[in-house]
């Protein structure tokens, strides 16, 4: 049965902006998604909100909903009791472009940032050979869809603006530790990389990241402590530092 929603909805650009009040439509099995593209259709036609597949896998619909950073298109709104009032607004860590659409150019500047795979020399592409054991260690990190909610969320740069040049976040530090983690990258020190170049040491393991996650993935356990673990190897194992010597 459908029912009359309160949707509140940050509408504004880079100048500012304010929460807007609405009443609008909802109807059985519908995401917040349906409801704003049905604001668009009936009341607000240049509310701006960006998005693409509707099915969790493009990464483009994150937004905060309560408070709460959540993919659009994969929050029902069954979550939420009819009386209650749902408040759409943009992610906070990133410039607002306009209403829901933030400039998320931060993260494709950290993605740069992380040098590529490197194939050991003299392999060939289709040549390359590889424990299944070591392709299912980091077979999770790449269900990643780039939602950016986790970069989004963790504190490190939510309100520290000044933190973004040397703190990549969760997700390209997930990604240096995919790569680390694969036996044929001959990229040498990319766990001493993570933490001088791309703050590594900034994390205090809170797991927000984690928490925030639409594909459930264990960034905090499976990637961030690891990699520190092997930083601390690197730098403070006694017979490592020996050998070293
Ligand atoms: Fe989104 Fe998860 Fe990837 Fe972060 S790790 S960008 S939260 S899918
Ligand atoms: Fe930030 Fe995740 Fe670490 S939220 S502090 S990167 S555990
Ligand atoms: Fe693609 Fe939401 S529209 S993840």
């Known amino acids: 049965m459908g029912y009359k929603a309160k949707f509140k909805v940050w509408r504004g650009d880079a100048e500012g902006g304010d929460l807007q009040d609405f009443t609008v ?9 349906d409801v704003i593209h049905r604001l668009q259709a009936t009341q607000a036609p240049d509310m701006a ?3 693409n597949c509707k099915a969790g896998k493009c990464g483009s619909c994150s937004a905060e909903i309560n408070g709460r950073p959540r993919l659009l298109c994969m929050t029902r709104m069954s979550t939420f009791t009819e009386d209650e009032t749902v408040t759409v607004t943009p992610m ?7 209403d829901l659409v933030t400039d998320v150019s931060y993260n494709y500047e950290k993605a740069r940032e992380v040098p590529a795979f490197a194939p050991p020399e003299g392999v060939e592409p289709g040549e390359y050979r590889m424990q299944q054991i070591d392709v299912e260690r ?11 909610l986790c970069q989004n969320t963790c504190h490190v740069v939510r309100d520290h603006e000044e933190n973004k040049t040397n703190f990549s976040g969760p997700r390209f530090l997930m ?18 990389e993570a933490k001088t170049d791309h703050g590594l040491g900034f994390c ?36 490592l530092r020996l050998f070293k010597r």
């Open 25 to 33: 439509e909802v109807n059985e099995g519908e995401v917040v998604l």
């Open 49 to 51: 909100v960006r998005w």
């Open 92 to 98: 906070r860590t990133f410039p607002v472009i306009r």
């Open 138 to 148: 980091s077979q999770e990190f790449r269900k990643c869809i780039e939602c950016f």
């Open 175 to 192: 990604r240096i530790a995919e790569l680390d983690m694969h036996p044929l990258d001959a990229h040498e020190n990319r766990a001493q």
């Open 204 to 239: 205090n393991i809170t797991k927000c990241c984690t928490e925030v996650c639409p594909e459930h993935i264990k960034i905090t356990d499976n990637a961030l402590i690891p990699m520190k673990e092997r930083v601390a190897d690197h730098y403070y194992d006694p017979i």
